[in-house]
């Protein structure tokens, strides 16, 4: 029996974003700005189908195919007709939904494969208009498919390196010691590996590496290096890079400003040639790029889902800036000069300066990728944001729908606090994404000594606050925080982030500014809290007791997170097992109010500067034990934490999903189209999504 884990159920949410107003209030100018870069945002988006798994890119299509026949709606009663049961049909309709959401068949939270909760999948593609017109096309696409599209081999259930799981930005027989080989490569080359894949062969017994670059120009470079022989390929997803760069050409033609032109045009050139540095040339334009009405950005940007931690995932997204919101964002700036003293570290290891960024709320009306953040800080390039600046953003309808609790679905609390964390999620929430991007983000400084030998630092008076010892560690020439950090960068990074969030929220100032006075904001510091350590619970659903591995930066971190304030004790946070009301195991979490601001301020306090002195010095090994002693699940000591694993997923609620609009042009006028918020809406949504070309989209993908 398949475990219920790698089903999406047929009552998932499902939410419409609403961008109605925001789009509206935009000139006809800015309509046609937002609307090319959402056209280059959606065609860079299925790129993401070819880096999540080899199979992904074919179910799109296959799927494709058959909704372009015919409507969800019209494919009901196909489905009828080939067996299926109402209940069957949904399942259908909820796994297509959710491939599109995800933009792939592993889940973009979490990094488990979903697989169709229905066994006559192959007679409804058999039965459907689609086959009937084209059935050997139809036919070959499913024995492309078919297999991997059910298999849950212990490889194919999540992503990972090697054994551990299945990666399309490696070749199969890549490990993590090619992973670390490639490294020393392109680091001797100053190339980044953002952009690339590595595949591997072996040629008399010669090691060979190709490292594909995304680029819509193809040409091909050959290195030898150590044992091996690397080639370095730019054309790849050539197909698709040519598209974003036509509709960012026209995008140009509708910039506010300079910058804004600057920045596409850098853009541009990074994906016709595979320039990373050009991406940073465009991100520097894009920071100048203070407060437009339309914001954007588009690349190869996180991280996480590279076994490795270095190669970035692409993501493309337009929205409109919510003017009341992104008032107490600008104050929560304009104060981050008083608050950023306020961190458990000395000044020496604070950024010379702050480089007060954009901090704005945005209503999305594109966000193409794996999965739809609440909040982001950008750009990630860290030499960037040291010395030049960020931006943060707040994804104001995205929060609205995303964290919209029901009270008989709240898990693992006691009941008087549901009704508590219900009223104040959002608000709290709210404040922690705030503070986690601008000051957890925008915080700390790295210690560099450049190819010159010159220091970003006294090398002779900084001294460790852990041991009162002369710091012995930095990051030298072209070392960066992911390249020394690799496996954990990402996930240590959201943890020393939510840790800012957690520590400042229990600022007076920080909390009116969000409007939050007296015994509201005590409220709002409670739940902010509370939903941390329920949070670090909820985390153990993305850990992997087989490969001991993890599969979710952000939950990694909050389970470190609970595992911190667990052990500070004097009650701070309890947890304990017990029945539920339906006879099954549960648990409930707790945390005593009156300790947040001593006990647990404290603790996290300790942690915080421990985290922030092995980031600072590159002290790789510091910082891996540390994070690692803490990431660890265990059945030993007070918690069993593997059975309390297996009572979270048996009561775990699946991630919502959310439904966009599609902009069109007519005339010289912009029209938005929006959906209802369903599996079919989401459907009709990318069955319309590329009207003008879809038949060449699907053969270039089909070619993967």
């Known amino acids: 029996m398949v475990d219920s884990q790698y089903y999406l159920p047929n009552d998932i949410g499902i939410s419409a974003l609403d961008c109605r107003e925001a789009c509206r209030l935009l000139s006809p100018k800015e309509q046609m700005y937002a609307h090319y870069l959402s056209r280059a945002s959606w065609y860079g988006g299925l790129i993401v189908l070819i880096q999540t798994s080899p199979e992904s890119a074919n179910i799109y299509v296959l799927l494709q195919k058959m909704f372009c026949a015919q409507a969800p709606q019209q494919l009901e009663a196909v489905a009828t007709a080939a067996g299926l049961s109402a209940e069957e049909y949904q399942a259908f309709l909820v796994y297509a939904a959710g491939l599109y959401a995800n933009m792939g068949n592993y889940k973009s939270f979490g990094d488990t494969k979903f697989i169709p909760n229905l066994p006559k999948f192959k007679a409804l593609v058999w039965e459907s208009l689609a086959f009937k017109q084209s059935p050997g096309d139809m036919e070959t696409l499913w024995g492309y498919c078919c297999e991997l599209l059910y298999s849950l081999e212990d490889k194919q259930k999540q992503l990972g390196l090697g054994e551990k799981g299945i990666s399309a930005y490696f070749s199969g027989n890549c490990c993590l010691e090619d992973a670390e080989f490639a490294q020393k490569f392109l680091d001797s080359k100053n190339l980044s590996a953002y952009n690339t894949r590595l595949f591997k062969t072996e040629i008399d017994g010669k090691r060979c590496y190709e490292v594909r670059l995304a680029s819509s120009e193809v040409c091909c470079g050959k290195y030898e290096f150590e044992d091996s022989v690397f080639s370095v390929k730019r054309g790849d ?115 010379d300066r702050f480089l007060k960024p954009d901090f704005t709320s945005l209503d999305v009306l594109t966000f193409a990728g794996s999965g739809i953040p609440a909040g982001i800080n950008i750009p990630n390039y860290d030499d960037i944001r040291q010395t030049e600046g960020f931006k943060n953003v707040s994804l104001g309808n995205v929060l609205a729908v995303a964290y919209a609790t029901q009270k008989d679905k709240l898990t693992f609390l006691e009941e008087n606090d549901k009704d508590l964390y219900i009223k104040w999620k959002g608000p ?94 005590e409220e709002v510091v409670y739940v902010n809290w509370l939903n941390m350590v329920r949070a670090g619970l909820l985390g153990l659903e993305f850990y ?76 790789v090994e510091g910082g891996r034990a540390l994070y690692e002693g803490y990431s660890a699940v265990t059945a030993d000591g007070t918690h069993n934490f593997l059975h309390l694993r297996e009572t979270v997923l048996l009561r775990k609620e699946a991630r919502k999903m959310f439904v966009q609009a599609n902009t069109y042009i007519k005339g010289d006028a912009v029209e938005l189209v929006e959906y209802e918020g369903s599996a079919a809406g989401l459907i009709q949504s990318f069955v319309e999504r590329f009207p003008d070309d879809a038949e060449e989209v699907e053969a270039q993908l089909n070619g993967h």
């Open 544 to 619: 992997t007791p087989e490969s001991k591995s993890w599969r979710q930066a952000h939950m990694q971190a909050r389970f470190v997170i609970l595992r911190v304030l667990l052990e500070a004790g004097e009650g701070l946070v309890g947890l304990r097992e017990c029945t539920g009301a339906d006879g099954r195991p549960d648990a409930v979490i707790t945390l005593d109010r009156s300790k947040i601001y001593t006990v647990g301020k404290s603790a996290i306090q300790r942690f915080l500067c421990k985290l922030q002195v092995h980031k600072s010095t590159a002290d």
């Open 237 to 351: 997803y050539a197909f698709l890079m040519e598209k974003v760069c036509q509709n960012l050409e026209k995008a140009k033609d509708y910039a506010a400003n300079e910058n804004q032109k600057r920045m596409l045009e850098e853009y541009i050139r990074s994906f016709t040639c595979g320039s990373v540095e050009a991406h940073k040339e465009g991100s520097r334009y894009w920071i100048k790029d203070k407060g437009p009405i339309v914001e954007s950005y588009i690349g190869f940007i996180e991280s996480y889902r590279d076994p490795f931690g270095s190669r970035g995932e692409f993501e493309g997204f337009v929205a409109v800036v919510n003017k009341a919101m992104s008032a107490r964002f600008a104050q929560l700036v304009s104060s981050a000069e008083v608050l950023l003293p306020e961190l458990p570290w000395p000044l020496a290891f604070e950024k």
């Open 428 to 521: 709290s929430f709210e404040v922690q994404v705030g503070l986690h991007e601008l000051l957890g983000h925008g915080s700390g400084k790295l210690f560099v000594q450049d190819d010159k030998g010159k220091y970003n630092f006294d090398q002779t008076a900084v001294r460790n606050p852990e041991t009162g010892e002369l710091i012995s560690s930095w990051y030298k020439g072209s070392e960066t925080w992911d390249s020394k950090f690799s496996t954990i960068a990402s996930s240590y990074e959201e943890c020393r982030a939510e840790c800012v969030g957690l520590y400042l929220c229990l600022n007076k100032q920080v909390l009116s500014i969000f409007g939050h006075e007296g015994e509201d904001a």
